[in-house]
């Protein structure tokens, strides 16, 4: 992480500024297709079918929103 704003001569001002540009969009997509790829790669040969891959992908997925919310309560950050 960058610690001054400024450019320093003679460098691009292209630059990657901050954290979001380091974990846009593009970054998550990537970071997702892995976890699904991985998924595959762990489901048993006999249910290595994408019917199988969705629904393990998708109760992994929701366990952990579940946990977020269940956190975000437990911290106050939202209330019921």
């Known amino acids: 992480m960058a610690m001054f704003n400024s450019t320093p001569k003679g460098a691009s001002e292209n630059l990657v500024s901050g ?3 380091l974990l846009g969009p593009h970054v998550v997509d990537a970071q997702v297709r892995q976890a699904i790829s991985l998924c595959w790669m762990m489901l ?3 249910k ?3 019917t199988s891959l969705i629904g393990e992908f998708r ?3 929701d366990r952990a929103l579940k ?3 269940e956190d975000a309560r437990s911290f106050g950050l939202i209330s019921n």
């Open 19 to 21: 954290p979001s540009d």
């Open 44 to 46: 048993p040969e006999d």
């Open 48 to 50: 290595r079918n994408v």
């Open 59 to 61: 109760r992994i997925v």
């Open 67 to 69: 946990d977020v919310q």
